[in-house]
């Protein structure tokens, strides 16, 4: 059975250091650590040790292979973003980023699938980035929740939402740079409160500001099962209903009408929050998500979903269908 993990992340073994050579900024840089490790320092900063899985790209080949999976969909970091670096120093960064990218697929074709990243702080540059992404092998682009604490919704980055459904590029967002951090850094609740948080509030700035709406064929994931979106739906669609003068300003469209249109990966650690979700969407739009090699993710690769006695063409569908028809792929290439 082909399983493909639709959430991973990447880095290559070694970062130019972009401080020095901008001049300014804490831009992330990788000093060696304990055997096996590495340390991710933001400028003078520790932000996160790392193990040799999040840039060996045999070791990550061999561990997935402990749990029957073959492909792994590659993204950056979201602290690589770089957002509110000057935009051609952004550019700069995610050229190195995605040319490892490239060249890793190019060396493994049927164990990777590569997730760009763009600075989405110019869109004109994000869009000729993710143009020559992908030219060079990329099937979709990797970008935040939020892009400096602005919402999706915001007409600037209407153009590039475009650029990626007319060039058919997959869209994954990912919860970064999360609301609140400062107040709640305690009990690590910008990870458990502020991520799924973040990740509703893009897909109601999608919805909402009528993005989802206004280009159909644009086919976005949204990470972690949606946040606490789908979990939130009927609160969200009583809003839409008792209070249209706020939320239908600028899309009359119900937001449940979008549920099963984008997709959501599986990262849910927990059963029964799965089959709701899957009840919600079909099983052609939620895919196998592990957020590997970090310690909140599915690091078993789904062995849940194998327990939970689901029809073999709803596995078939979580583990690879739904992310074929995600990231427009064949299943052929990949056998
Ligand atoms: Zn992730």
């Known amino acids: 059975m082909l399983k493909i993990d639709s959430h991973t992340h990447i880095l290559p073994g070694q970062l130019p250091r972009w401080t020095e050579k901008f001049g300014y900024g804490n831009f992330i840089h990788l000093e060696p650590g304990r055997p096996g490790f590495a340390r991710m320092m933001q400028g003078d900063r520790f932000f996160r040790e790392i193990a040799s899985n999040c840039w060996d790209?045999?070791?990550?080949?061999?561990?997935?292979?402990?749990?029957?999976?073959?492909?792994?969909?590659?993204?950056?970091?979201?602290?690589?973003?770089s957002y509110n670096a000057?935009?051609?120093?952004?550019?700069?960064?995610?050229?190195?980023l995605n040319d490892h990218l490239s060249e890793l697929v190019a060396r493994h074709p049927r164990h990777y699938v590569a997730l760009a990243t763009v600075p989405m702080q110019d869109s004109d540059l994000a869009i000729q980035e993710l143009k020559r992404a992908k030219a060079n092998g990329h099937v979709g682009v990797q970008i935040g929740s939020n892009i400096n604490g602005l919402n999706l919704s915001e007409p600037q980055f209407f153009p590039f939402f475009k650029a990626c459904a007319d060039e058919g590029m997959a869209v994954m967002i990912h919860p970064w740079n999360m609301m609140g951090k400062q107040e709640m850094e305690k009990y690590w609740?910008?990870?458990?409160?502020?991520?799924?948080?973040?990740?509703?509030?893009?897909?109601?700035?999608?919805?909402?500001?009528?993005?989802?709406?206004?280009?159909?064929?644009?086919?976005v994931m949204l990470s972690h099962a949606g946040g606490s979106f789908l979990t939130t739906l009927g609160r969200v669609e009583h809003g839409f209903n008792c209070r249209p003068d706020l939320v239908a300003i600028d899309n009359p469209v119900n937001p449940r009408e979008y549920v099963g249109k984008f997709w959501v990966d599986s990262i849910t650690h927990d059963a029964d929050l799965l089959r709701y979700i899957l009840?919600?969407?079909?099983?052609?739009?939620?895919?196998?998500?592990?957020?590997?090699?970090?310690?909140?993710g599915d690091l078993e690769v789904g062995a849940f979903i194998e327990e939970m006695g689901l029809a073999p063409e709803v596995v078939d569908d979580l583990f690879a269908g739904a992310a074929l028809e995600w990231l427009d792929l064949d299943r052929k290439q990949f056998v």
């Open 57 to 81: 790209e045999t070791e990550r080949i061999e561990e997935y292979a402990q749990f029957n999976t073959q492909v792994q969909v590659v993204c950056t970091i979201p602290v690589m973003f």
């Open 86 to 96: 000057k935009p051609h120093d952004a550019l700069e960064i995610g050229q190195f």
């Open 189 to 219: 609740l910008p990870w458990l409160v502020g991520m799924p948080a973040e990740t509703s509030r893009a897909a109601c700035s999608l919805i909402f500001g009528g993005v989802l709406e206004r280009l159909p064929h644009l086919r």
């Open 279 to 296: 009840a919600l969407q079909g099983s052609k739009r939620v895919c196998l998500g592990t957020d590997y090699p970090f310690p909140l």
